[in-house]
C-alpha cells in the first residue's frame, strides 16, 4: 500500500467516524484531496486508491496538473475544484479548465465566471466563500452582504449556485471552532429559506474535518493529511542558494 493509500484510507474513517458520532450518513460527505503544491505522480497515486475529486488553490499549478492529469490518465474522469482566490485576469483559466469554484466572494468575478463558461460545458458550480470571523483583510463575503451576492449569483446562467464555503481561523477549542461552522450553516438555511436551493457546504480541513462533520459539511477539503507536508511553494532562486 502507498503512503497515500494509507493516508486516504485514514481520513475516511476520520470522516466516516465523524458522520457516525453525527448521525449522518457518510455517503453525504464528499472528500475533495487537496493536491496543491503536489505533483501528477501523487494525483495518480490518489486516483488509483480511488480518489476521484481534488482541489487546487493556485490557478496556473491547478490548470497545469488538470492537463498533465489528462495526458497521464487519458479516459479517467476527474473532477476538479478551484479553492483559491480567483482574480480577474485569472476568471477564464477557472472557467475553461474547472468543474468547481469555492472562493468566489465577489459579483464581478462570478458574471466573468459565467460569461467565459465554455458552451461545450456543464455549468460552473459555485460555493461563495464566506468571511465569518472578521478580518477585513480576509478573503470571503461578510455576511450581511452575502444574501445580495448569492441571489445575483444564482440568477447567472453559466453557473450553478450550490452553496457556502468557509476557513474560520484555526482553533485549539473545539467548541469555538463549532461555532463558526454554525455560523455558516445558518446562513446557508436563511438563503435556503429565501427560496435558493442549495445543498453544499464545503467546511473542514485537515485539522478540523470532525466539527466540520458535526456542523453539517457535505464537503471536506483535506490536503496534509492525505498527501502529507506540503514542499515549499517557492523555488529556490539562484541568489538564495547562492548566498552565504
Ligand atoms: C490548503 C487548503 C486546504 C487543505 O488544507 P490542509 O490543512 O492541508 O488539509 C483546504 N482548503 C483551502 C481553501 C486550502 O487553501
Same mark, same amino acid.
Given at each position: 500500500?502507498?503512503?497515500?493509500?494509507?493516508?486516504?484510507?485514514?481520513?475516511?474513517?476520520?470522516?466516516?467516524?465523524?458522520?457516525?458520532?453525527?448521525?449522518?450518513?457518510?455517503?453525504?460527505?464528499?472528500?475533495?484531496?487537496?493536491?496543491?503544491?503536489?505533483?501528477?505522480?501523487?494525483?495518480?497515486?490518489? *486516483?488509483?486508491?480511488?480518489?476521484?475529486?481534488?482541489?487546487?488553490?493556485?490557478?496556473?499549478?491547478?490548470?497545469?496538473?488538470?492537463?498533465?492529469?489528462?495526458?497521464?490518465?487519458?479516459? /479517467?474522469?476527474?473532477?476538479?475544484?478551484?479553492?483559491?482566490?480567483?482574480?480577474?485576469?485569472?476568471?477564464?483559466?477557472?472557467?475553461?479548465?474547472?468543474?468547481?469554484?469555492?472562493?468566489?466572494?465577489?459579483?464581478?468575478?462570478?458574471?466573468?465566471?459565467?460569461?467565459?463558461?465554455?458552451?461545450?460545458?456543464?455549468?460552473?458550480?459555485?460555493?461563495?466563500?464566506?468571511?465569518?470571523?472578521?478580518?477585513?483583510?480576509?478573503?470571503?463575503?461578510?455576511?450581511?452582504?452575502?444574501?445580495?451576492?448569492?441571489?445575483?449569483?444564482?440568477?447567472?446562467?453559466?453557473?450553478?449556485?450550490?452553496?457556502?464555503?468557509?476557513?474560520?481561523?484555526?482553533?485549539?477549542?473545539?467548541?469555538? /471552532?463549532?461555532?463558526?461552522?454554525?455560523? *455558516?450553516?445558518?446562513?446557508?438555511?436563511?438563503?435556503?429559506? /429565501?427560496?435558493?436551493?442549495?445543498?453544499?457546504?464545503?467546511?473542514?480541513?485537515?485539522?478540523?474535518?470532525?466539527?466540520?462533520?458535526?456542523?453539517? &459539511?457535505?464537503?471536506?477539503?483535506?490536503?496534509?493529511?492525505?498527501?502529507?507536508?506540503?514542499?515549499?511553494?517557492?523555488?529556490?532562486?539562484? &541568489?538564495?542558494?547562492?548566498?552565504?
Amino acid at each position: 500500500m502507498t503512503t497515500i493509500e494509507g493516508n486516504l484510507q485514514q481520513v475516511r474513517e476520520r470522516v466516516a467516524r465523524a458522520c457516525a458520532a453525527a448521525g449522518r450518513d457518510v455517503k453525504t460527505v464528499t472528500l475533495l484531496a487537496v493536491s496543491k503544491t503536489f505533483g501528477p505522480d501523487d494525483v495518480a497515486a490518489a *486516483v488509483a486508491a480511488g480518489q476521484r475529486a481534488f482541489g487546487e488553490n493556485y490557478i496556473q499549478e491547478g490548470v497545469e496538473k488538470v492537463l498533465a492529469m489528462r495526458a497521464l490518465l487519458p479516459g /479517467q474522469t476527474l473532477e476538479w475544484h478551484c479553492i483559491g482566490p480567483v482574480q480577474s485576469n485569472k476568471t477564464r483559466l477557472v472557467a475553461t479548465h474547472f468543474d468547481w469554484v469555492h472562493s468566489v466572494d465577489r459579483l464581478k468575478i462570478a458574471q466573468r465566471l459565467s460569461e467565459q463558461r465554455p458552451e461545450d460545458r456543464a455549468p460552473l458550480q459555485v460555493c461563495l466563500q464566506v468571511n465569518v470571523d472578521g478580518g477585513a483583510n480576509k478573503s470571503g463575503v461578510a455576511p450581511d452582504e452575502l444574501p445580495a451576492l448569492a441571489h445575483a449569483v444564482a440568477a447567472l446562467p453559466r453557473l450553478r449556485l450550490r452553496g457556502l464555503m468557509c476557513i474560520p481561523e484555526p482553533s485549539e477549542d473545539p467548541m469555538v /471552532q463549532r461555532s463558526a461552522f454554525r455560523q *455558516v450553516r445558518g446562513l446557508q438555511q436563511g438563503l435556503v429559506d /429565501q427560496g435558493l436551493s442549495l445543498d453544499v457546504l464545503s467546511m473542514g480541513m485537515s485539522d478540523d474535518l470532525e466539527p466540520a462533520v458535526a456542523e453539517g &459539511s457535505t464537503m471536506v477539503r483535506v490536503g496534509r493529511a492525505i498527501f502529507g507536508h506540503r514542499p515549499r511553494k517557492e523555488p529556490v532562486t539562484a &541568489s538564495a542558494a547562492g548566498s552565504a
